[in-house]
């Protein structure tokens, strides 16, 4: 695995506000609910310590990034830190319903609708409570049925689903083994029985990936699916919080520097999902008020080993390039592979590998790709394709590009150089000023 995303692997770039948790790479015992006050135990003076095995009520993040987690009547805001009263940050929750503990809890996905979208939803037995910059939305508290229709009450987890990573923009409702999808924009729901998952107390979607706490453990799943791949339950402790001494993953890994960073591919999907891969792991870059961190290739495109050399992205599919082949994943509520592929690059696009980057502009159907100091266009809507155009660039050797709405951005190492368009990195004289790769970015280290 390169350095890069190596050593990120314990030292997650989160936002400024909290501390990282101990590390996500690979991502119990199964105990109902109470929905009294839990366990009898009077948690309002008592000093919660999460290290000590907690089972939490629900963890979400708010519209800032910050990860709330919850048990009885107290939170802990970050990865690490001590409990605080929950009514010290949803202050509104004792004067509504004497909240002794919630049930569930979600922060709502739904860009359509910008009076719901990042909006942090909590449910206690038969109630809804919506809030937004930790303020009760007026109108709230409400009843489940009333916003959520055919919701039953005492849930027992909730974690939102953009669109992309389920079918449509929905949410994961969970109450015993039975899940039910609910379509934000209908409102209608299916339900699903899952009884290979433990119950889950919790529920947790952090950068495309979903956790299902049950105990002090818990379970990685798909959440279109409910598949669990990988050796599950992993104990939470060495995960998601810094516990000292006895827990943790991957001791011994330090912070990656931004001056080391040296990209293979850097993409942007149909659905604006923006990745940049280096060695054998990726990581989201678009999400980062959530946090950065890496995950192996194959966690997302299962048919990728080792190293890619260039990732372009076109209409609602992704092609991968490695060497002399080129893989297409159609991108959808996952990215699966196309029947028949890898195939040869030069029968797929009409030129020989390897390649250094390749790129396409917005909605362009020409996907340039750069070889050496040479870049090739390629017209993606003709039969056969083949180069259509060949132009020389001012920069000897790149190791990835890729476009946004600012124009073409291309690596070398640790830094990264701006041009306008394709056109204007074809006929430039001289190579512009180099940006530094940036901690908020890419989680680095100045």
Known sequence: MNVFFLCLCVCLALPRSYAAPAHLDDMMADAPKDHSHPKGEDHHDAQLDRCKGIEFDAITPDEKGSTFFFKGDHLWNGFSGPAELSNGTFKEMDEYHHLGHIDAAFRMH???????????????????????????????????????????????????????????????????????????????????????????????????????FHGHSFTRFHPVSGEVTGEYPKDARNYFMRCGEGFGHGAGTRKMKCSEIKLNAATIDDKGREYAFQGSVYMRLDEHRDGNHPFPITRQWKEISGEVDAVFSYGDNMYFIQGDQVYIYKSAAHYTLIEGYPKPLKEELGIEGPVDAAFVCGDNTIVHIIQGQKMYDIDLTASPRAITREMPIPIPKVDAAVCDAHGVKVFIGPEYYDFGSPMVLAVAKMIPNPHKISPERFGCEE
Do not use: M
Not at 130 to 142: F, R
Not at 156 to 178: H, I, Y
């Open 110 to 212: 739904h860009k359509d609708d910008p009076t719901a979208h990042d909006h942090v939803f909590f449910f206690l037995d038969d109630k809804v409570f919506s809030y937004y910059d930790h303020t009760l939305e007026k109108g709230y508290p409400k009843e489940i049925q009333q916003e959520f229709p055919d919701i039953p009450n005492h849930l027992d987890a909730a974690v939102e689903c953009p669109k992309g990573e389920c079918v449509t923009d929905s949410v994961l409702f969970f109450k015993g083994n039975e899940v039910y999808h609910f379509d934000i924009k209908t409102k209608l729901t299916k339900k699903k029985v899952w009884s290979h998952l433990p119950n889950c107390t919790s529920a947790f979607r952090w950068l495309e990936h979903y956790y299902c």
